[in-house]
């Protein structure tokens, strides 16, 4: 196999990474809005009847917390991926030599300097997680408060 075509098969498995990410993430924003949607729905049922939607209360924001927790090791995880590939990516650039086919080799930099004020999306992606986690957190001690008065 050409070294042309071991930089192509790799660069697809970088894309392919890149959408497992991009696709994870929308899965978890659809399934932790959910999860948190039920909380608050269990949460503002009122009354000694409901003290069972509590319990469900409960048990759904522990849900939340943790798949906030798996989501963001997940991510972890591809991240690792994606950075492999580039690293490939970037001697094949190197080997091959074409200043057309340097875009790895040429950006890299970017990823460890970033522009002053600006963000990356493994950051946003991130506090995301963490901002879900806490609400996981929030609606598992309000429901704890509820099912102690």
């Known amino acids: 196999m050409e070294l042309h075509d071991l930089y192509r098969n ?4 970088y894309k392919l990474y890149l959408k497992q990410r991009t696709d994870s993430f929308n899965f978890f924003l659809v399934l932790a809005g959910l999860l948190v949607s039920a909380t608050a729905v269990a949460l503002t049922q009122l009354g000694e009847v409901n003290r069972a939607m509590y319990l469900i209360a409960m048990a759904l924001s522990t849900a939340t917390s943790v798949t906030s927790i798996l989501f963001k090791r997940l991510d972890a995880r591809t991240r690792q991926f994606i950075g492999a590939t580039e690293t490939i990516l970037m001697s094949y650039e190197s080997e091959l030599g074409s200043k057309r086919m340097m875009l790895f080799t040429t ?3 970017l990823r460890h300097n970033p522009a002053k004020g600006a963000t990356t999306m493994g950051k946003v992606f991130s506090c995301i997680y963490y901002m879900f986690f806490l609400f996981g957190l929030l609606g598992f001690v309000a429901s704890a408060v509820l099912i102690v008065m």
Do not use: L, S
């Not at 790799?10 to 498995?13: A, G, N, P, R, S």
């Open 107 to 109: 950006t890299e930099h």
């Open 10 to 13: 790799t660069f697809d498995y």
